[in-house]
């Protein structure tokens, strides 16, 4: 069950449970949505780490334009009247890692899992972690009344899969987690939005829609919490998510005749197969992975 928790004390709790390897799909090529205008330095495998001597290392700076116009959910650009509490609960903005504590260098927060080419904050809206959840909606695939079984002779799961409007990948329906929200109500808040179109209901059919899931997403279970190699990380600012697998057993259940409907920041979605064929957004592959695992599964 996911207990309604103080983010930042589990986060201190947890913060071993990381299991990306060294990242890759924040190096190379161009920052995204930059129209191939801001190119990342270049960061071989062996400099990645901050360990490694680097003196050819310089990075551009770039935070895109609609971060510095200020929208609600961006932290200010770092200056005279702009001190953050870096490590901490700061209000209701949570800037304490999963992963535990990072450094400050010359007063900017430092990517835990190394060197990605670019500072600032390219298209994240905070400094240091930029915090997301990932629900994970999984069902057992059937055929007539019979579980189908992959060439592993185990049953397949499918899951909730989303291809994102920003880049055409697909992916798990994760959302960042808004100032003071629960980890729990973005979970159930962002499946709503992007599988089921919930911000285009009425708000009867919404009310409906979410009293119905309620109970479902209250047992979850964790697969991961830490960071995530997302495209748009930089030196100083980096997605961490924490993914939770809601699991159907029942034939006849919920899942078995849910309504998906692409919302919000989803321009499709649908029931994947899991198989260890996918190639999902970011680090998802890794938490599906996990959960085929968990679950005994086909992969
Ligand atoms: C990923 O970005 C997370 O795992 C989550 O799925 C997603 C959140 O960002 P937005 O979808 O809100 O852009 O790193």
């Given amino acids: 069950m996911i207990a309604a928790r103080n983010i930042a004390a589990s986060s201190k709790s947890l913060s071993k449970?990381?299991?990306?390897?060294?990242?890759?799909?924040?190096?190379g090529g161009f920052y995204p949505r930059t129209d191939d205008k801001v190119p990342r330095a270049e960061v071989p495998d062996d400099k990645v780490e901050w360990s490694a001597p680097f003196p050819d290392y310089t990075p551009k700076q770039y935070t895109a334009p609609h971060i510095l116009a200020g929208p609600v959910y961006a932290d200010p650009d770092i200056g005279s009247d702009f001190r953050p509490c870096w490590n901490?609960?700061?209000g209701n903005i949570n800037r304490c890692s999963h992963e535990?504590?990072?450094?400050i260098v010359e007063g900017l927060p430092r990517n835990m899992h190394g060197r990605t080419g670019i500072t600032g904050r390219g298209a994240l809206g905070r400094w240091g972690p930029n915090h997301a959840a990932d629900p994970i909606v999984t069902r057992w695939k059937i055929a007539g009344n019979l579980?189908?079984?992959?060439?592993?002779g185990k049953p397949i799961l499918q899951f909730v899969c989303i291809q994102r409007r920003d880049c055409g990948d697909w992916a798990i329906p994760g959302g960042m987690v808004d100032p003071g929200e629960q980890v729990s109500a973005t979970l159930l808040r962002e499946f709503l939005e992007e599988a089921l179109n919930s911000l285009e209901m009425t708000e009867d059919d919404k009310n409906r829609t979410e009293k119905k899931l309620k109970d479902f997403f209250k047992a979850g279970e964790e697969v991961y919490r830490g960071y995530v190699d997302d495209r748009?990380?930089?030196?100083n600012a980096w997605m961490e998510t924490v993914a939770y697998n809601f699991h159907e057993n029942d034939q006849g259940g919920l899942l078995y005749s849910l309504n998906l409907h692409a919302g919000d920041d989803a321009q499709a979605v649908k029931w994947q197969d899991i198989s260890s064929q996918i190639n999902l957004y970011a680090s998802h592959r890794d938490f599906i992975q996990k959960v085929a695992e968990n679950q005994n599964a086909h992969w």
Avoid: Q
Avoid at 147 to 152: I, N, R, Y
């Fill in 147 to 152: 579980v189908v079984k992959g060439e592993t």
């Fill in 100 to 103: 535990g504590t990072y450094s």
């Fill in 232 to 235: 748009r990380n930089t030196d």
């Fill in 17 to 27: 449970l990381s299991s990306v390897r060294m990242h890759i799909k924040c190096r």
């Fill in 88 to 90: 901490a609960l700061e």
